[in-house]
């Protein structure tokens, strides 16, 4: 088998599996940003993917598919309960977006992220080729780069972390909290969303290692006495933004987005939020605030409606479950309160829907609600800047998402203050065009500017640099 000189290892595969009704099977390439802006090295690069599949049990040779040679990595349902459920998504999701629920620390799950951990730096070591570059993606796999790098020493290494990374306050609950942080920094350059994450890694590191950090640079001392420079630094994660305005601009995506209008009895505003059910998003604020504008008599139900997308996740994890109960006794609530016969307050929808209904819902809402309690970027609130192409339409944006660092003319807010989040919702409902205009286009400019392919080749820059540094230091 021919090794690759760019391997990508994330915690999902970028297919999904698909049986038909003869039992034949066959991928479908999962949309998303990553896979888009990775396309090109991959194909240019002979690049591999390792990642699980999505369903547990599955064992699987690697395959082909687009160009890109992927490597499936078996979770037994167990490891799925224990490494994926548990310690990723019910310890460290929770700890890293500022306890926003309580984290659950428990060695058993440990155990398994370790094992788990080790099973995917095998595969990628077994992947790649010599001297060849590995991006590792995300929190599940924290514990990788420390593992490649004494596997391979020869391989050039990266990680990108999609979410927050919390204030040492925080982090030092972590009982393996030195662990994770020697994983990490088994890699060369280690990438966050916010200079403020990179700045609570940093600052980890010094206080449980005392290592020295100049700038971006961490000074990390190796087992054979030497020592190597690893980069820890800001990368903005974006969309495929050319897509958005594609789809943005189709007549049929349109007419769809005019018939969305149509049949909720066209009112004079619509509000729109798009989540995964997660209670990282602030949905239950959102709810609360919209609730009481009505209650207070400043909206009207005639004139305002607010559509909820909140797509199925987790559903095996016990707060998500909780979460959802609650979400769905306010929405009940309210319009029960609220409802006419002819308009419902609140479209609540627990469902996912195809990437062209979503643009359609963008086109059809006049304000976008983003009042996440902590997101590490959230790319919604770029989705919907990039599909705006009239340059019409407001968003809302919590400031405890990543992306207001660089959308500084949405109306920005924090969502734990509901009247500041009532007001602004109001600001936004009320909004004059010109000032629509003004504050959109700024914003538009710069997630066109900077899309999804722009942050891969800056982070990959960065990566090559700290690679050549490196060997000048050898
Ligand atoms: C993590 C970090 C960071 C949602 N529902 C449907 C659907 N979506 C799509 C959205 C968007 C994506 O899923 C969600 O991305 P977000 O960035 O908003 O949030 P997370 O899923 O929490 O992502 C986050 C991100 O990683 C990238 O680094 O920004 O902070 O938490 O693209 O459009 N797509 C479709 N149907 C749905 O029902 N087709």
């Not at 990642?51 to 349902?77: K, M, N």
């Not at 428990?106 to 080729?129: G, M, P, S």
Request: net charge negative; aromatic share 8%.
């Amino acid at each position: 088998m021919t090794k690759a000189e760019f391997v990508v290892v994330a915690n999902r595969l970028p297919v999904d599996r698909v049986v038909d009704a003869e039992g034949n099977e066959s991928w479908r390439t999962s949309p998303g940003g990553l896979v888009t802006a990775l396309e090109p090295v991959m194909r240019t690069e002979h690049g591999a993917w390792v990642g699980w599949p999505g369903q547990a049990d599955l064992e699987h040779d690697p395959f082909d598919h687009d160009g890109t040679r992927l490597i499936p990595v078996t979770l037994s349902a167990e490891d799925v309960e224990l490494y994926y459920e548990g310690m990723s998504n019910d310890t460290f999701w929770p700890l890293y977006h500022d306890v926003i629920a309580a984290p659950r620390y428990r060695r058993v799950w440990w155990d398994a992220y370790v094992r788990v951990n080790e099973r995917f730096a095998q595969a990628a070591a077994k992947a790649a080729a010599k001297g060849a570059t590995v991006w590792v993606q995300d929190y599940q796999l924290q514990l990788v780069p420390r593992m490649l790098r004494e596997a391979r020493p020869d391989l050039t290494i990266g990680y990108f972390h999609h979410i927050p990374f919390p204030a040492y306050g925080l982090y030092s609950q972590l009982p393996w909290r030195r662990q994770v942080l020697e994983g990490l920094l088994g890699a060369d350059v280690i990438g966050f969303q916010r200079v403020a994450d990179a700045g609570n890694f940093a600052r980890a590191v010094r206080r449980l290692f005392r290592y020295e950090t100049r700038a971006t640079g961490i000074r990390v001392p190796e087992a054979d006495g030497s020592t190597r420079v690893a980069v820890a630094k800001a990368f903005p994660i974006s969309i495929d933004a050319a897509s958005y305005v594609e789809m943005a601009g189709r007549p049929e995506i349109q007419a769809r987005a005019s018939e969305i209008r149509e049949s909720l009895g066209n009112p004079k505003r619509i509000l729109l939020g798009v989540d995964r059910l997660d209670y990282t998003k602030g949905i239950r604020h959102r709810l609360k605030a919209f609730g009481e504008l009505i209650a207070d008599g400043r909206i009207d139900v005639e004139d305002v409606t607010l559509v909820q997308v909140a797509s199925p996740s987790r559903e095996r994890v016990q707060a998500y479950i909780e979460l959802r109960d609650e979400i769905e006794l306010m929405v009940t609530r309210i319009n029960g309160d609220h409802d006419t016969l002819g308009h419902s307050a609140i479209r609540y929808l627990h469902q996912g829907f195809p990437r062209e209904e979503m643009v359609a819902l963008y086109l059809a809402a006049d304000v976008m609600l983003v009042t996440a309690l902590r997101d590490g970027m959230n790319l919604v609130a770029k989705e919907y800047v990039a599909t705006r192409i009239d340059n019409r339409g407001t968003l809302v944006l919590s400031e405890f998402a990543g992306a207001s660092d660089e959308l500084g003319t949405a109306l920005r807010v924090n969502p734990h203050d509901i009247d500041a989040l009532k007001d602004t919702i109001m600001r936004a409902i009320e909004m004059p065009p010109a000032e629509q205009g003004r504050r959109m286009r700024a914003m538009r400019r710069k997630v066109l500017d900077n899309d999804v392919a722009a942050w891969s080749h800056s982070f990959l820059d960065a990566l090559a640099a700290a690679s050549h540094a490196g060997e000048a230091n050898r």
